[in-house]
């Protein structure tokens, strides 16, 4: 039986004996409206998420339409799509790397800001390319964006956000990527490869006017001493009828008892270290899960295997799903709980990549004039060679099996991981931190994209999904050693359990 954290004895959890938490029945007489304000300040924060899940997915209809393209300066070979699709992650891991800095220079809101920059650039480099090089420093340039706000946007909303709900608005940065990459594979049934690019230039500008007239985080304000602007940024949140002083006070308390940042000898200490490896753990299985190379090259994928629709359906299909599976998770989150949604996440896309493994080692595949299939071949844009005769239903394996994993992405290990990140960091390092976590999950992401077509063309298409799902039984055992359980908890009561190490807690 979990013991409530709250009831727990020591100074650590006895900050304010003298004036108690408001009840239950406070909080639901005031919680519409403060949760009105939270909710639009975490929109604003999170189209910059919905800018990072189009930008990612961008290549997945735009690879095959440029390897069937006529233009010779525009025409991709295998190892100019392997790039194409790759250097995004690498611009990405430079984000995380930059938000080291600027989340605590700048603050959380100013840095999502200044993400636009790079972003609207890369865009217009890729809306009006006319050569390979404009295509690589656009993708680049976007994925420096997506890198930074991927570090800073999650940290933004866990300290806006109220316990009550911080589980549910903790799900909206992964919710609104999955919108941006289904808005993109929706627009890519209608719009040519430049349009696409042109068209990703709307949610950047309309976060840019939204964010403008939000507050910054009240916990940053007052890490640089800004104490009366934290106050009305958290009065502003709350909404102006609602007592803020016992919140301020605790956040004030715990800010002071940290205001120096960590030095290199006090992130050896167990308290601040165990954190930041559980995070950055959890990063780096997200990315071994496979799921940045299979939807970066999703269209390309269905194109080597024998589908009974078209390609560009099938991964509108599998954007649709991610979705509704990203939905769920942010309902049932602060109800079921993080690590039950880990446990069936890991279950689900371990099973999910072990069928697609097995089907394309034994299955019915797509034959080319010369016996290649697909991604196996120098190009995969030939949506024209002929198919293997169809097994009957056998077919929709394929597309089945990837709705199921990444149904089960979406519903934890997508979701959850950012917010746990944003969740378990300490203060004082949280904005180092969680730019480590970005930079490490990147790079990691870029190994496994560019690495993806050569292992395919050696080894063939089943060798990464098994090695995808053997992660994925990596992941349920992390899940049950070293990830703690943060549902209802306050940021300041979960750093309080890594300083203590209370084992309530993990129950």
Not at 45 to 50: Q, R, T
Not at 200 to 216: H, Q, W
């Amino acid at each position: 039986m979990q013991e409530p954290l709250l009831g727990a004895e020591g100074p650590d959890y006895d900050t304010f004996p003298e004036k108690p938490p408001p009840s239950p029945g406070d909080r639901a007489r005031v919680g519409t409206l403060q949760n009105k304000r939270v909710f639009l300040a975490t929109f604003a924060a999170v189209l910059g998420n919905f800018s990072f899940g189009y930008a990612l997915v961008y290549t997945s209809p735009v690879i095959p339409a440029l390897e069937r393209s006529l233009d010779p300066d525009l025409h991709l070979t295998k190892s100019q799509a392997s790039w194409f699709g790759s250097v995004f992650t690498l611009g990405a891991a430079a984000g995380g790397l930059s938000a080291m800095i600027l989340n605590d220079l700048l603050g959380r809101k100013l840095s999502i800001m200044f993400s636009a920059v790079p972003s609207a650039a890369g865009y217009a480099l890729m809306a009006g390319a006319h050569g390979l090089w404009m295509l690589l420093l656009g993708r680049t340039l976007t994925g420096f964006a997506g890198g930074l706000t991927a570090a800073c946007i999650p940290v933004y909303v866990s300290e806006i956000a109220p316990p009550g709900v911080r589980g549910a608005l903790g799900a909206t940065p992964q919710l609104m990527a999955v919108f941006g990459s289904l808005s993109l594979y929706a627009l890519g049934l209608l719009l040519p490869w430049r349009w696409l690019a042109v068209a990703g230039e709307a949610p950047v500008l309309i976060m840019i006017l939204l964010l403008s007239f939000m507050p910054n985080s009240p916990r940053f304000l007052l890490s640089r001493g800004r104490d009366e602007e934290a106050l009305r940024a958290l009065a502003w949140l709350r909404g102006t009828d609602v007592d803020v002083h016992w919140e301020f006070e605790q956040i004030q308390d715990n800010v002071r008892r940290q205001s120096s940042r960590v030095s290199w000898a006090e992130a050896r200490a167990p308290h601040v270290c165990r954190p930041i490896t559980v995070a950055l753990l959890m990063r780096l299985l997200q990315q071994l899960t496979g799921i940045t190379p299979i939807l970066v090259y999703l269209q390309s994928i269905f194109d080597s295997t024998a589908v009974l629709l078209p390609p560009k359906d099938d991964a509108a299909i599998v954007g649709a799903v991610r979705l509704l599976s990203v939905l769920i998770a942010a309902l049932t989150m602060d109800l079921a709980g993080r690590k039950v949604l880990l446990f069936v996440s890991a279950a689900i896309m371990f099973a999910a990549n072990l069928t697609l493994g097995l089907y394309i080692h034994f299955g019915p595949r797509p034959l080319s004039p010369n016996s290649t299939a697909g991604l196996e071949s120098e190009s995969w844009g030939d949506l024209a060679q002929p198919l293997a005769a169809p097994a009957g239903y056998l077919t929709l394996v394929p597309l089945l099996a990837t709705m199921l994993f990444i149904m089960g992405y979406a519903m934890g290990w997508g979701p959850i991981t950012w917010l746990l990140m944003s969740e378990v960091l300490p203060l004082r390092a949280r904005g180092v931190a969680s730019g480590l976590c970005v930079l490490a999950s990147w790079l990691t992401a870029f190994v496994l994209t560019k690495s993806f077509l050569p292992v395919v063309s050696t080894f063939g298409l089943q060798v990464p999904f098994f090695f995808f799902a053997a992660i994925c039984l990596v992941s349920l055992v992390f899940t049950g050693c070293c990830v703690p359980e943060t549902k209802g908890r306050s940021l300041e009561q979960i750093e309080s359990f890594f300083r203590t190490g209370r084992r309530s807690f993990l129950s």
